[in-house]
C-alpha cells in the first residue's frame, strides 16, 4: 500500500466542505507558507522535483522560476482544469470532492508568485463543479483564507472560475489564455512564453489542477522528503485515471515505484481484465500518447519491467516507448480493434483542431478519412504508408502540440500494429464482423545479449 | 585615466551592437534587432526568400499560421550556436546575432514545406479556370513550385454554403486558406469589427457574423490581402482575366482623409476594369511615407473612369507568378560587367563574324518563318526561305544514306 498526498482524506465524510477539511488538517500549509519568504516556497517546490501533471512533465519549481517580475506589472497565477484528454479524469475527481485542496494549493502558490488575482479555467462540461468551486471559494473566504490581508499576511489573493465552453483545444496553455482574456481560443505563436507575456500580457504562470494540488503536501512535509517518494525524477504520488477493459476502473494515487503489471493485475488497483480476456495493449498517458502492444507495456526492449513513472514509460522513446501523459490510463483486452480505435482518436483530434494552422486542420481530417476507410475495409495498402507520411508531415510542424497530439496516436498504432491494418485491408468483408485478435501482441519480446 | 577609456570602450561597444548578423543560406546580411527571419530573407531576395501565404507585414499579429514559411534554424546565434529542434516559422521567429538559417538548403524545410503546400491544396476547389484570382494568386504560384501533379487526396472536397456578404465583396469560402489577414483588417484598418472566423478545424469559416454586409469605408481592402480566390471584387467578377488587363499607376485627391488616394488602375483600352492599392513585390499593399497605403470604397469600387483619376505611368510589377509574362517585369536586367573588367574601356572589334559565318545574318528576319530557322535559311546564295523540310539538302542526305 503506497502513501496517499492527495486522497488520504478523500473519503471522509462531508470533506468538500470547509469545516471538514480543515478538522482534517486542511489549510495548515497556507498557515505555514506564510510565515515563509515565497523565494522559499519556489525553491521547496524546486527541491521536490515536482512535474507538471498536465501532460508534459515539465519542472513545476523551474517553470515559476521563469516567471518575469518587471515592477509595477500584475502577475497571473492560472490553473488550467480544462481536463479533456479522452481518458483522462483525475482532475474531475479531485475538484468534485477535495475542491479545498485545490483552492489551498492556488494560495500558496498565488502567495509564492507573487499573484493577488487568480483564476480557474474549467472545462465546460463540468458545469456543476464549476458551482462546486465556487461554493469553496466562498467558504474559504468566508473563513479568512481569500480575500484581502489574508491570516494577517498583507497578501491580498482572489480566485475566479471561468467556464469553459467545451473546446479541447483550450486546455492548451495559450489557447486558454486567449479564451480566458474573451476570445477565440486559438493558441498563441511562442515565443513569448506565457511566463513572460500571458494573460493580458501579464507574465502568467498555467499550472495544472493536480500540480497545484502537490503544493499543498510539498509545503505540508517539505520538499526534501517529498523528493524521497518515487524513485529517479518521477517524485511524489500521481493520479492515475484508469479505464477500459479493467475489472475496477477509477482513480488511483500512486507512488511511481510499481510495475505497470502490478498496476493492472492487482486487486488494490485495476484489479485484472474482465471476462478472462487477455490484454492486447494499453494507452498509459491520455489519448494523445502512442500506444503500446502488451508485451512492450510490461517490459521494455532491454527486457526490464517497466515501471508506472515519467521514466519508465518513455523508456526507449517512441520506438519502443510511450510516455506517462497525463495519466489517463487506457487498458484494450483482445477485443479491441486498435484500427477502430484509431479512427476513434483521429476523429476526436479533426473535430478538435482549431483550424488555425494547416498541416493539423488539413491533416487530421485526412488521416480520419483514410482510417474510416481502412476500418471499414474499402482501405489500400498503401493508404497505410499514406497515413505514415501525412502524420510524419504534421508532427513537429504545427504552432501547438495538437497537432503532435494527432500524429503520435496514428503513428504508434501504425508501428506497433501494421499487420493489424493490413490484415484489415487483405480480408475487407472478414474485417467488419470478425477481430484480428490478439495475435502476437503479448509474445515475449526478443533481448538481444550484448556481451 | 583609466577609467576614461574604459568608458569609451564601453561606448564604443554599445555603437558597435546595432545590428545582427545572420546567415540565411549561405548569404550573411546585418539587420536591425527585432527584425523576423522573412523579412531578413526578404532583403537578401530571391529563393531565399521563403513563401508567405499568412503573414501580411502591414497587418498586426498576422502570420505563423499557414506553416509555409517553415525554416530550420542551424544555430540559436553566436552565445548559442545550438540548433533548433524544430523547424520554425521564419515570419514569427526574430533573428538573433550569429543564427544560421536554412531554407532552400534545407532537406527538412524541402519535405515539410511540400507537405503543407499538399496540406493547403487538398481541400481547395482549383477551379482556377473560373476564378477571378488565377494569375495574381499566391496559392497557384505555391503549387506551381512546391506542388506535385496529381494528388493523393480520394476524397471529396470540402464545401461551404455560399454567404452573400454584401454588394462589393464576394466571399467564396471554398477557396479560403484561413490565413485570417481579411479578419485583421476588418480589426485594425475598418472602424467596426464585423468580420471573423466562426466554428473551428477543417469546418472553421471567415464570415460576417449574421450575414451582415461589410459597410464599412475600407473594407475592399480585404479584397487585396487575400491570398486566394476568397474574397474577389464583385464590380469586377468575370469582366477579365488579369493578365489581359494594363495596370497602371494613378491618384486622386480622395475626399477620405485616411484614404491614400494612390492606387493601381487595371484598365482595358481606356476603360477602368478594377481599382486596387498599389502593391509590392511580395504582394503586399505599399507604403507611403511610412502609411501603408489602404484606399477606400469609393475609390475601389465607385471611381470606374480614366477621367476620375489622373495617371502616373505604367505600373511594374515583380512577380514570379505562372503567368507573369508581357507587361510583368519578371527579370532583372544582368549589370553589364565587359567595361567594368576592362577598366572603363570600350570593347575593341576584332573580327566580324558575319565575313566568315552564314548564320547570323541580320538581313533574315526570323519572325517572317513559321517554323524553327534551319541551317539553309542563312544560306548566302539563294533564296531559301521558303524551303520545306523535305527539300532541305540535310534531311535529304540521311534519307539516302537510307
Not at chain 1, 517490459?299 to 523508456?315: F, I
Not at chain 2, 531578413?40 to 497587418?59: E, F, H, N, Q, W
Request: neutral net charge; charged residues 25%; glycine residues 10%.
Amino acid at each position: 500500500m503506497s502513501r496517499k498526498l492527495l486522497l488520504e482524506k478523500a473519503h471522509v465524510e462531508g470533506i468538500r466542505h470547509f469545516d471538514v477539511y480543515r478538522r482534517e488538517g486542511g489549510y495548515r500549509s497556507v498557515e505555514k507558507a506564510l510565515q515563509m519568504a515565497p523565494a522559499d516556497i519556489v525553491e521547496e517546490v524546486k527541491k521536490s522535483g515536482l512535474r507538471g501533471r498536465g501532460g508534459a512533465g515539465f519542472p513545476t519549481g523551474m517553470k515559476w522560476s521563469f516567471l518575469a517580475k518587471p515592477e509595477g506589472i500584475p502577475r497571473y497565477l492560472v490553473c488550467n482544469a480544462d481536463e479533456s484528454e479522452p481518458g483522462t479524469f483525475k482532475d474531475r475527481y479531485l475538484m468534485e470532492f477535495i475542491p479545498h485542496i485545490l483552492i489551498e494549493g492556488m494560495v500558496v502558490s498565488a502567495y509564492a508568485l507573487g499573484s493577488n488575482k487568480n483564476y480557474i479555467y474549467i472545462r465546460g462540461e463540468y458545469a456543476w463543479i464549476a458551482d462546486i468551486l465556487e461554493a469553496a471559494i466562498d467558504e474559504a473566504r468566508n473563513n479568512g483564507f481569500l480575500g484581502k490581508n489574508i491570516r494577517g499576511s498583507g497578501f491580498d489573493c482572489e480566485i475566479y472560475v471561468q467556464r469553459g465552453a467545451g473546446a479541447y483545444i483550450c486546455g492548451e496553455e495559450t489557447a486558454l489564455l486567449e479564451s480566458l482574456e474573451g476570445k477565440r481560443g486559438n493558441p498563441r505563436i511562442k515565443p513569448p512564453f506565457p511566463a513572460v507575456k500571458g494573460l493580458w500580457d501579464c507574465p502568467t504562470v498555467v499550472n495544472n489542477v493536480e500540480t497545484l494540488a502537490a503544493v499543498v503536501p510539498i509545503i505540508n512535509e517539505g520538499g526534501e522528503s517529498y523528493s524521497k517518494i518515487g524513485v529517479g525524477k518521477s517524485t511524489g504520488t500521481k493520479l492515475i485515471s484508469a479505464c477500459g477493459n479493467i475489472n475496477k476502473p477509477g482513480i488511483y494515487e500512486i507512488d511511481m515505484t510499481i510495475t505497470v503489471e502490478e498496476f493492472i493485475y492487482s486487486d488494490e488497483y485495476c484489479g485484472g481484465i474482465p471476462n478472462g480476456k487477455r490484454l492486447k495493449a494499453c494507452i498509459p498517458g491520455g489519448s494523445s500518447v502512442p500506444i503500446l502492444p502488451a508485451n512492450l507495456l510490461l517490459t521494455t526492449a532491454k527486457g526490464e519491467k517497466r515501471l508506472m513513472n515519467y521514466e519508465s514509460l518513455s523508456d526507449g522513446g517512441f520506438a519502443t516507448g510511450t510516455m506517462m501523459g497525463s495519466g489517463g490510463f487506457i487498458v484494450l483486452d483482445e477485443d479491441q480493434c486498435i484500427v477502430k480505435n484509431t479512427y476513434t482518436l483521429a476523429r476526436f483530434y479533426r473535430h478538435e483542431s482549431c483550424g488555425q494552422c494547416s498541416p493539423c486542420r488539413e491533416g487530421t481530417g485526412w488521416m480520419e478519412k483514410i482510417l474510416k476507410n481502412i476500418d471499414e475495409g474499402k482501405g489500400a495498402m498503401s493508404d497505410i504508408d499514406l497515413l505514415w507520411d501525412i502524420q510524419r508531415k504534421i508532427e513537429g510542424n504545427t504552432i501547438c502540440p495538437l497537432g503532435d497530439a494527432a500524429a503520435w496516436p496514428v503513428a504508434a498504432a501504425i508501428r506497433h500494429f501494421r499487420d493489424e491494418f493490413e490484415w484489415h485491408v487483405k480480408n475487407p468483408e472478414l474485417c467488419l464482423t470478425k477481430n484480428y485478435g490478439l495475435a502476437h501482441y503479448a509474445d515475449p519480446i526478443h533481448v538481444p545479449v550484448t556481451a | 585615466m583609466l577609467l576614461c577609456g574604459l568608458c569609451m570602450k564601453q561606448n564604443n561597444m554599445a555603437d558597435e551592437i546595432k545590428t545582427f548578423k545572420v546567415t540565411i543560406d549561405n548569404i550573411t546580411i546585418d539587420v536591425a534587432p527585432g527584425t523576423t527571419i522573412l523579412n531578413a530573407a526578404r532583403k537578401i531576395g530571391g529563393d531565399v526568400t521563403p513563401p508567405a501565404m499568412c503573414y501580411y507585414s502591414k497587418l498586426e499579429g498576422s502570420g505563423g499560421k499557414c506553416r509555409t514559411c517553415l525554416v530550420e534554424v542551424a544555430a540559436g546565434s553566436t552565445a548559442d550556436p545550438r540548433p533548433m529542434p524544430k523547424l520554425v516559422a521564419s515570419c514569427r521567429t526574430t533573428v538573433m546575432d550569429g543564427m544560421v538559417v536554412k531554407n532552400m538548403t534545407s532537406e527538412k524545410v524541402t519535405d515539410a514545406r511540400n507537405g503543407v503546400v499538399e496540406f493547403l491544396l487538398i481541400n481547395h476547389p482549383l477551379d482556377c479556370p473560373i476564378c477571378d484570382q488565377a494569375g495574381e494568386c499566391h496559392l497557384q504560384d505555391l503549387g506551381y513550385e512546391h506542388g506535385k501533379e496529381g494528388t493523393r487526396y480520394k476524397f471529396a472536397r470540402r464545401t461551404f454554403v455560399k454567404e452573400d456578404i454584401g454588394p462589393y465583396i464576394q466571399l467564396h469560402m471554398t477557396r479560403c486558406i484561413l490565413c485570417y489577414r481579411c479578419t485583421y483588417v476588418a480589426d485594425q484598418i475598418t472602424d467596426k469589427r464585423i468580420h471573423g472566423v466562426v466554428d473551428r478545424g477543417d469546418h472553421a469559416a471567415i464570415s460576417t457574423y449574421i450575414s451582415k454586409a461589410i459597410s464599412n469605408d475600407f473594407s475592399g481592402n480585404m479584397i487585396d490581402v487575400c491570398p486566394v480566390g476568397a474574397l474577389t471584387d464583385k464590380t469586377f467578377r468575370f469582366k477579365n482575366r488579369v493578365w489581359f488587363t494594363k495596370p497602371v499607376d494613378a491618384h486622386r485627391n480622395c475626399e477620405n482623409p485616411k484614404c491614400c488616394g494612390k492606387a493601381t488602375l487595371w484598365l482595358r483600352g481606356d476603360e477602368v476594369f478594377r481599382v486596387t492599392a498599389r502593391k509590392d513585390e511580395w504582394g503586399e499593399v505599399q507604403s507611403f511615407d511610412g502609411k501603408t497605403g489602404w484606399i477606400c470604397n469609393t475609390c475601389r469600387f465607385d471611381k470606374k473612369k480614366t477621367s476620375d483619376w489622373t495617371i502616373d505611368g505604367l505600373t511594374t510589377i515583380s512577380r514570379h507568378s505562372v503567368i507573369g509574362t508581357n507587361k510583368y517585369k519578371t527579370l532583372t536586367v544582368p549589370e553589364e560587367t565587359v567595361q567594368k573588367v576592362m577598366h572603363g574601356l570600350n570593347p575593341k572589334l576584332i573580327m566580324d563574324i558575319h565575313s566568315v559565318s552564314e548564320v547570323n545574318n541580320q538581313d533574315i528576319h526570323l519572325s517572317n518563318l513559321n517554323r524553327p530557322a534551319q541551317a539553309a535559311d542563312f544560306s548566302k546564295s539563294g533564296q531559301h526561305a521558303s524551303v520545306s523540310r523535305e527539300t532541305n539538302p540535310g534531311v535529304k542526305q540521311l534519307k539516302d544514306e537510307k
